[in-house]
């Protein structure tokens, strides 16, 4: 069974801090891997894409990098925003469904 | 494009009950999935339609759980007889067909209390 990991749990940085939240996933069969950013009681926003035989995707001040082979993936976000506070999940997309399955979260916080 | 719709926001029923949710996709979405998601937990997934077909369901559905997409279009998620345990948010998301899967879009949530 497919378990995906976020390291750390909750992050709190300076503002215009470059940082990066990491993703790991246990089975590498997956189809893609996509990260999103959810504000409370909101829904899911996505914020990247990334297909299995891609190595890397960028947007605006946002990068994401998979590895499947080793099970891991990274967003990194440049120049901070308080704006950028929020819980950042990734999920890999796997079966005939190609339905996602989730990490819990990395809780980010950009102190003004 | 309003992107995917949910309806009602937010839910409080007494245990018991039945409720209905309503998911409103994308228009040009075939796939339509339905997620539960609990407090500080990610998503889990409920349940899967390709158009108006429900292909895949997950082992969380239980029996008392029940989704519909009548005409490939929009789709509704009942749940009857409500426990406590029962209280999440409920996510719908659509996305494009695809080989390898297509970036899936999410609504607002059904925010589900049972009392």
């Known amino acids: 069974k497919q378990e995906v990991t976020q390291i750390p749990a909750a992050l709190s940085v300076p503002e215009g801090e470059n940082l990066v939240l990491n993703c790991s996933f246990t089975d590498s069969a997956i189809y893609n891997l996509q990260w999103f950013r959810q504000d409370p009681g909101k829904g899911l926003t996505s914020l990247l894409l990334?297909?299995?035989?891609?190595r890397e995707q960028t947007s605006g001040r946002l990068n994401a990098s998979l590895d499947k082979s080793s099970g891991r993936s990274t967003l990194y976000i440049a120049a901070s925003q308080p704006g950028d506070s929020a819980t950042y999940l990734c999920?890999?997309?796997?079966?005939?469904?190609?339905?996602?399955?989730f990490g819990s979260g990395t809780q980010l916080t950009v102190l003004p | 494009d309003t992107g995917v719709s949910q309806d009602p926001r937010h839910k409080i029923t007494k245990r018991g009950q039945n409720v209905t949710f309503r998911c409103d996709p994308i228009s040009e979405h075939n796939r339509l999935y339905w997620y539960r998601q609990t407090l500080g937990q990610g998503p889990e997934f409920l349940t899967y339609?390709?158009?108006?077909?429900?292909?895949?369901k997950s082992r969380l559905l239980s029996d008392r759980f029940s989704a519909e997409r009548p005409k490939g279009s929009f789709s509704t998620l009942e749940i009857q007889r409500t426990e406590q345990g029962d209280s999440a948010m409920y996510l719908c998301?659509?996305?494009?067909?695809?080989?390898?899967?297509?970036?899936?879009?999410f609504g607002q949530g059904t925010r589900l209390t049972v009392v």
């Open positions: 990334i297909q299995s035989s891609q």
């Open positions: 999920a890999v997309g796997e079966g005939s469904a190609r339905q996602l399955t």
């Open positions: 998301a659509s996305s494009l067909p695809g080989v390898r899967g297509t970036e899936a879009f």
């Open positions: 339609f390709q158009n108006e077909a429900q292909l895949e």
